[in-house]
């Protein structure tokens, strides 16, 4: 339709040329009118202003490119926000779970697997590992936060399905209604290998959702129903709530050694191993609490520098600070 708006276009300019051309060379004896020859050319300048309208209609988009909701698979694929975050410092101690999750990831058998354990203990950090390392063998890894709302999570789970190969028309028939979202997502994820889906932080999951049954019914946004891994962290730790066939991961805080080189990664020049590992036990292993004294001890301006001297301050100042006994 545009091709053929220009042509109008140039033929009509062309008619104005000749009109202009013989009224400024050799005028003909019509042309002597002026009357005549400004009708012919209001007449053809309202044509040219016109067509345009005639053919699109006032207002309406260009032929062929109309206007309506940019199709979701078209965010998720030019977006970078469904990307797992990258992890910074190296990841100290977890090598057992990284093998166990990386054999679902590799497996055959797809399912859920859960990586659950209180706050600071390194559950984003362990999934994020496992999705560079999955990402590293091929796998489509997709990363969604749970931000307490069902649904903001099934336009995110909309958006992975739509990443790996589910057609925009099937998601489409779940917009208006036909089939259920959460069925067409969840038919597809089962049809389809070779992913990772983590789904990271649902520390409220009985608010996941769509609906009001217990997510252990796997009838909600998180199910083990798929033939790729869907990896959930989370501060509940219980099975109940997880349902039969989820594989539990139980984080625990870091043994001493790897305790001791997550502060020694963060400041090297703080001490020995030996010290490092003695501060680490000191604070109980927790990988929030080991990278907040690493980063700490690095600064030139703090106060403490050295492993034993931050132990030793632990004792004093900062359990005066905290007002602890
Ligand atoms: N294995 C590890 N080795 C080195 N650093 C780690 C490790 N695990 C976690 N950390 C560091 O500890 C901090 C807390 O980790 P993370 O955010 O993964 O904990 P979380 O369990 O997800 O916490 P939350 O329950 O608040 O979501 C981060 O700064 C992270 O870099
Ligand atoms: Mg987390």
Redesign the pocket.
Known sequence: MDKWLSALSVVTTAGLAVVTNYVTAQPPKWAENTILVWSVFAALAIVLLGLPFLLRGPGGPPAGRARGPVPLGRIAVSGQSMNPPT????????EAELERIGNLVRGPGGGMVV?C?????????????AAARARSQEKKVVWIRWRDDTAQLGLEFGKAARILGLPESRLEEARTGRVSLVDAVWKHLKDVEDWLIVV??V?TPSRVGPGSEPLAAYRGWLRPHGSGLLLV???DTTRQTWGPDADLIH?QP?ADE?GG??LL?AAPHAGTENEAEALAARLGG???????AGTYLSVPTSRHRTFTAYQEALESEFADLLGAE
């Open positions: 992890v910074s410092a190296p990841v100290r101690g977890r990586v354990g209180a706050g600071g203990l390194g559950k984003t950090t362990l999934a994020a590992e990271d932080n520390d962290t989370s501060r984080l870091l790897a080189t997550v990664d927790l990988p929030l609490a080991l990278n907040a």
